[in-house]
């Protein structure tokens, strides 16, 4: 423990760890310098944006001009939004901080305690009840903020497909389930925390460990269906087609599911899921070209049935004129979107490329160093989790709640350890791309993994040029030109 100590003092060094202003003043400082690195990394992604008027001619082969001019001011007008929203959002932390906002906020939910009678020591209460205030106040102020993106930008370039009545019964919803996970789990890790000893990390960590195993086994089954509709792909080519491809290399493929996802937006996606011998394959309805599958008609009966549900609640929020105008541009929406699917050929490219991920252990490798990360990252809390000196500079000074020092540690004190992995991670990911790539071209279907990767991008209208400083920090896949260079390449080069 003391060589971890001495790497720490060094970290944030012998004068910080003195004394709470200095420790206080580093924290938000570095929370600017981040700020002002990512605002000018943004800024140079957005000049791209502004700049790139024609398609490059090494593009011509691949974008139209028309293309092009789409996802130039999609990016364009979510950049701005951004721009705004980031300064937003580090004024609010700002002000947060400065104010003394956490004591405030821990104060305030003793308070609420005490007027409904409670006495004593009630750690725990207090840190679920402000759980739920935090949640609740962020929720809703950042309810316009996620208006605008959804039913302006998003709706002004053809991807919103919400109405107004489902976006808040959604919205509600994810609050609802949010605080239904979360609350348990927060008591339990209390608790381990409280009787573990001095080496609670270890049992904190091994508690974590079982909430992720666990919550990736339920949610896809039991959480997720609370928000789309997951139907079985029926017998049919397609699903022929996709079960030999998982057989031929051995994956335990046990579903496939298609996912109603053109009912929030027209992105398209696929993604598999599942541990152990229990595979699913899930595709996005909005992936799949009519000429290959209706999907339409195999989420009609169901919708159909919800219809009446909610025809009440939606006439509080739209007549019925305004109703069928939403229907209408939806299927317009639809019907512009569909030409911009993947054929069957493309959707097995695309999935190639899923299943390598799994062939090569990505998902293992990625989880494995998530787990030593939480490791560490628990071990060096409990170091600092009871440091007076830590507390008092964000404004306790006679009590130390856990909660807010998870908060402090995990939010503030790890920020630098937090964006070099975060870099790190994005490199790793990348390089997992690129080798996924390689797997489906090796299955044969490198052709039609560059034809789907092309449609992908022209239907979520993601620009094709990035900057080379913000891909490098930001993106987690590769750009689309390094991908389809990669794919071109004979296996000797």
């Known amino acids: 423990m003391t060589s971890i100590e001495s790497m720490l003092h060094l970290y944030l060094g012998q004068l910080i760890i003195q004394s709470p202003n200095l420790i206080f003043n580093f924290c938000l400082g570095f929370l600017w310098l981040v700020f002002a690195w990512k605002f000018y990394l943004s800024y140079r992604q957005y000049r791209i944006y502004v700049n790139t008027e024609k398609v490059p ?30 300064i937003y959002s580090q004024i609010l932390v700002y002000l947060i901080l400065v104010n003394n906002g956490l004591p405030y906020a821990w ?47 998003e709706e002004r370039h053809g991807f919103n497909k919400y109405t107004l009545g489902f976006y808040l019964k959604d919205k509600a919803k994810k609050f609802v389930v949010m605080q239904a996970i979360s609350l348990p789990i927060t ?12 080496y609670f990390f270890i049992y904190l960590w091994a508690f974590c460990s079982f909430v992720i195993l666990f919550l990736s086994v339920v949610y896809p089954d039991y959480i997720a269906p609370l928000f789309d509709k997951y139907i ?9 087609r996709i079960e030999k491809l998982a057989s031929s290399i051995n994956y335990p493929l046990k579903r496939i599911f298609i996912i109603n996802g053109s009912q929030r937006s027209s992105h398209s996606n696929a993604f598999l899921f599942g541990i152990f011998k229990n595979k699913t394959i899930v595709l996005f309805d909005t992936l799949i070209d009519k000429s290959v599958l209706d999907v339409s008609t195999l989420f009609e009966n169901k ?53 390598g991920h799994w ?54 004190i790890f920020q630098p350890y937090n964006e070099i992995l975060s870099f790190f991670m994005s490199a790793i990911s990348r390089k997992f791309e690129f080798q996924a790539d390689a797997f489906g071209k090796q299955l044969g279907k490198g052709e039609e993994l560059k034809s789907a990767l092309i449609k992908l991008q022209s239907s979520n209208l993601s620009f094709p040029v990035d900057d080379w400083l913000y891909s490098a920090v930001n993106h987690s896949h590769p750009p689309l030109l390094e991908r389809l260079e990669a794919l071109g390449k004979s296996k000797t080069e």
């Open 107 to 153: 104060n305030l939910s003793r308070s609420i305690l005490e007027h409904y009678g409670y006495k004593g020591n009630y750690e725990l209460s207090q840190t679920l009840l402000l759980l739920n205030l935090s949640s609740l106040f962020f929720t809703i102020i950042d309810l316009p903020w996620s208006f605008y993106h959804v039913f302006v930008i």
């Open 359 to 412: 062939k090569l252990s990505h998902t293992i490798k990625l989880m494995t160093i998530s787990q030593i990360n939480l490791f560490f990252t628990l071990l060096v809390f409990g170091m600092l989790y009871q440091n007076e000196k830590i507390f008092a500079a964000f404004g306790f000074y006679n009590e130390k709640p856990i909660l807010i020092g998870l908060t402090i540690i995990f939010e503030y």
């Open 57 to 86: 001619a090494i593009l011509e082969s691949i974008m139209d001009q028309e293309t092009l001019t789409k996802a130039r001011l999609y990016n364009i007008d979510k950049s701005l939004y951004k721009f705004v929203y980031s």
């Open 303 to 355: 919708k159909e049935d919800e219809s009446k549900d909610e025809s009440k609640d939606e006439s509080k929020d739209e007549s019925k004129d305004e109703k069928k105008d939403n229907e209408d541009k939806i299927d317009a929406k639809k019907d512009d979107k569909e030409k911009e699917a993947c054929n069957a050929e493309e959707i097995l490219a695309v999935l190639a490329h899923e299943l």
């Open 187 to 198: 008591a339990l890790a209390y608790h381990i925390i409280r009787i573990g000893g001095d």
């Open 232 to 240: 079985p792909l029926p017998e049919s080519e397609l699903r022929e």
